[in-house]
């Protein structure tokens, strides 16, 4: 009778699958807990492919409803500049795949047939053959009211009848009615 015993160290290999496991938990977490919407887009189709649970909430969409649509999809039909939304879309898509990082102010479709003002930053990653578009969405919303209360204040301020003056901390005057009416 003859034993034949083979051992092999697996302490290695162990080692890079918890290493492995660890990383893929950090980066989930990552994607699943960001504040900022993400949407992962196919390159080739431009189809959204997942999204993290910040998309689910700011769209008002389940999962389900976003995943396979075309961002134009859920965007109207035009923009705020009247471009068309399918158009626009379809041109920053393939720039993302041609240039590493693309920026753009953009208006989404809420389940609540309400609109919403975005900036969305594409960032194509190089993942399997032909990579994935990573889309993360950052709500302007609030920012663009306060835009708009500071113009309208400005606008107040320029057009009113009284003599204002407003200056900065140097004593700069900052207002130009002031200036127009006052030499």
Same mark, same amino acid.
């Given at each position: 009778?003859? $034993?034949? &015993?083979?051992?092999? +160290?697996?302490?290695?290999?162990?080692?890079?699958?918890?290493?492995?496991? +660890? #990383?893929?938990?950090?980066?989930?977490?990552?994607?699943?807990?960001?504040?900022? !919407?993400?949407?992962?887009?196919?390159?080739?189709?431009?189809?959204?492919?997942? &999204?993290?649970?910040?998309? @689910?909430?700011?769209? *008002?969409?389940?999962?389900? !409803?976003? $995943? *396979?649509?075309?961002?134009? /999809? %859920? !965007?109207?039909?035009?923009?705020?500049? *009247?471009?068309?939304?399918?158009?626009?879309?379809?041109?920053?898509?393939?720039?993302?795949?041609?240039?590493?990082?693309?920026?753009? +102010?953009?208006?989404?479709?809420?389940?609540?047939?309400?609109?919403?003002? @975005?900036?969305?930053?594409?960032?194509? $990653?190089?993942?399997?053959?032909?990579?994935?578009?990573?889309?993360?969405?950052?709500?302007?919303?609030?920012?663009?009211?306060?835009? /708009?209360? $500071?113009?309208?204040?400005?606008?107040? %301020?320029?057009?009113?009848?009284? #003599? %204002? @003056?407003?200056? /900065?901390?140097?004593?700069?005057?900052?207002?130009?009615?002031?200036?127009?009416?006052?030499?």
């Amino acid at each position: 009778v003859m $034993i034949f &015993c083979s051992a092999r +160290d697996i302490t290695e290999r162990k080692k890079v699958q918890k290493q492995l496991t +660890d #990383s893929e938990t950090k980066f989930r977490s990552l994607y699943e807990l960001a504040n900022d !919407s993400i949407l992962l887009i196919d390159p080739v189709t431009y189809r959204i492919i997942d &999204c993290n649970p910040a998309a @689910v909430k700011l769209l *008002g969409y389940d999962i389900n !409803s976003i $995943i *396979g649509k075309m961002p134009a /999809d %859920i !965007s109207p039909a035009l923009q705020a500049d *009247g471009s068309i939304s399918e158009a626009l879309s379809e041109y920053y898509l393939t720039k993302s795949n041609e240039q590493p990082f693309v920026r753009y +102010d953009w208006l989404l479709n809420k389940s609540s047939t309400n609109m919403i003002n @975005v900036e969305i930053s594409l960032n194509k $990653i190089n993942m399997n053959s032909h990579g994935i578009i990573q889309a993360i969405i950052r709500d302007l919303s609030e920012k663009k009211k306060h835009e /708009d209360e $500071i113009r309208m204040l400005y606008n107040s %301020i320029e057009q009113g009848p009284a #003599s %204002i @003056v407003i200056t /900065d901390t140097d004593g700069t005057i900052a207002s130009y009615a002031w200036v127009k009416i006052n030499g």
